[in-house]
């Protein structure tokens, strides 16, 4: 059966995708289009490229965290660290992230989204300058660029762009006007709103897979004593809020979330154990998804 599905954000936390994905299609389900933000995005553009769950598990497991982030920027005196980090914005360039991602879509025939069926893929990302959120390929026309020729590694980085942890992505638009791009994830963590528009009905079934943390409430509100603080709630805040109205509404219907404890999402080293962990996390949470949906 085909059908539509989006990817949360969720760092490495992202593993459990590959459980989840395998488990739907042993039941039969495919995917007619992909959509996802930050670490969803990465997920999103493999499927979209013709990757099968087996292979995603096969990426996953042969994968060196290590090699994303490039050496030289790994810094070793903290004045040094905090120079760079004030004026790139970033610790790591996110070059060696966009090759990985470019390299694996390569090997599928899969360079810029011309090589991809029309709205085959989504990637959502964040425009700081513009202070908007983006779609690409979509909204590339606001900027006077041909999406056709537009690279999918190149959206991936700049959906998965951390801030602080990755440079920004610069965008130049048809007047040579620098737009950075970041996070998708700073905007909306959770796009299911691509596939599901107030104003008609979906053109097929669709599911979205959360990744949630196992280890606190989803309304949970925000304790805030302090500016830190302060500061993490307006984040939080900000990735939540424009993806609220259309989780609600379809949680328990469209959305599998995938309970994940114990994984910082910026904990780019983790064990082979952990990431077996969190395959079964997903492969587990849409079983039990699966026994009670309705279409």
Not at 219 to 236: S, V
Request: glycine share 8%; proline share 4%.
């Amino acid at each position: 059966m085909l059908i539509d599905i989006v990817f949360s954000g969720g760092g490495v936390k992202g593993f459990a995708f590959a459980g989840a994905l395998q488990v739907l299609e042993r039941t039969g389900y495919t995917f007619k289009r992909t959509a996802g933000t930050s670490a969803g995005s990465i997920v999103a553009a493999l499927i979209a490229a013709g990757y099968t769950a087996k292979e995603l598990e096969s990426i996953i497991g042969d994968m060196d965290t290590n090699k994303l982030l490039e050496p030289s920027m790994r810094m070793r005196f903290p004045l040094v660290k905090w120079l760079r980090l004030y004026f790139k914005m970033g610790l790591f360039r996110g070059d060696s992230l966009e090759k990985w991602i470019a390299k694996l879509l390569k090997a599928k025939g899969i360079e810029d989204f011309s090589d991809l069926p029309k709205d085959r893929l989504k990637i959502v990302v964040s425009d700081v300058t513009k202070a908007r959120l983006v779609v690409i390929p979509d909204d590339l026309q606001d900027y006077g660029i041909d999406s056709s020729h537009f690279s999918v590694a190149r959206a991936v980085r700049m959906s998965c762009c951390l801030p602080f942890f990755f440079e920004p992505v610069p965008l130049y638009d048809a007047n040579g006007v620098k737009s950075l791009m970041v996070d998708g994830g700073i905007l909306s963590n959770f796009p299911l709103w691509i596939y599901n528009k107030e104003d008609e009905l979906p053109a097929r079934p669709f599911l979205g897979l959360q990744i949630v943390d196992k280890d606190s409430d989803f309304k949970e509100a925000t304790k805030i004593k302090n500016a830190a603080e302060l500061f993490r709630g307006l984040f939080k805040a900000m990735r939540e809020a424009h993806d609220e109205r259309v989780i609600e509404k379809l949680k328990g219907s469209n959305i599998i979330c995938l309970p994940v404890d114990k994984v910082n999402t910026k904990e780019f080293q983790i064990s082979s154990k952990e990431r077996n962990r969190l395959f079964q996390i997903g492969a587990d949470s849409v079983k039990k998804f699966l026994d009670q949906w309705s279409y």
